[in-house]
Each structure stands twice: as structure tokens, then as C-alpha cells.
């Protein structure tokens, strides 16, 4: 099973960019839909953008056109491009890896975001 670690969050201000990572380890990387989830304190876990294995994406209406997802297959990694950051997108955020037709969701361990006003 491929195993994922999170990368690039920090403290950036309002109006500001970041850009996180997921490396995935296993040569199986590529069949696995890919998503980034945010829970913020207090709140459930939402999804925030997923990316299918052909390349399909999603975004909450939260972000879209702030924030991009992408994948790289080859470097086994999954990025979300977060520009226009805003107070309310601080929450710690999660990659997600799954495999619905075999019932498989795995998860990384989390990075924090802090939006500053």
C-alpha cells in the first residue's frame, strides 16, 4: 500500500501562497484517486480538491479558483497550489489516497496551515 506524507505548510499572510506536497511511497501510486481534506478546529474534515487517476479534478466552492490540485506520477507526489489565502483556510490538511473499488483510504499524517489577517 502506498504511504503518504504531507509537506509546505507554515504561517503566510492573508493574500499570500503556499503550496502543499504529498509524497506517496509504492510503485501503485498512479491507480490511486488523490485528494487534500482541511479540518479545521472545532469543524469537521472537508474535502477540498481531489484529483482522479485519469486526471479529473474537483474543488470545494470554498476554493476553486484559488486553489489548484495536480499530480506528478512519476515523482509519486500530489500538490495543492493555495494562492488568495485567506484566515479562514487555516486548518491542518490531510492527503488522502483511495481506491473505492477495493475499499482502500489511506491518509498522511497532516501539515498545518495558518492564515494570518
Known amino acids: 500500500q502506498v504511504q503518504l506524507v504531507e509537506s509546505g505548510g507554515g504561517l503566510v499572510q492573508a493574500g499570500g501562497s503556499l503550496r502543499l506536497s504529498c509524497a506517496g511511497s509504492?510503485?501503485?501510486?498512479?491507480?490511486?484517486?488523490m485528494g487534500w481534506y482541511r479540518q479545521a478546529p472545532g469543524k469537521q474534515r472537508e474535502l477540498v480538491a481531489d484529483i482522479s487517476s485519469g486526471g479529473s479534478t474537483r474543488y470545494a466552492d470554498s476554493v476553486k479558483g484559488r486553489f489548484t490540485i495536480s499530480r506528478d506520477n512519476a515523482k509519486n507526489t500530489v500538490y495543492l497550489q493555495m494562492n488568495s489565502l485567506k484566515p479562514e483556510d487555516t486548518a491542518v490538511y490531510y492527503c488522502n489516497a483511495v481506491r473505492r473499488r477495493v475499499g482502500v483510504s489511506l491518509w498522511g499524517q497532516g501539515t498545518q496551515v495558518n492564515v494570518s489577517s
Open positions: 509504492g510503485s501503485t501510486f498512479s491507480i490511486y484517486d
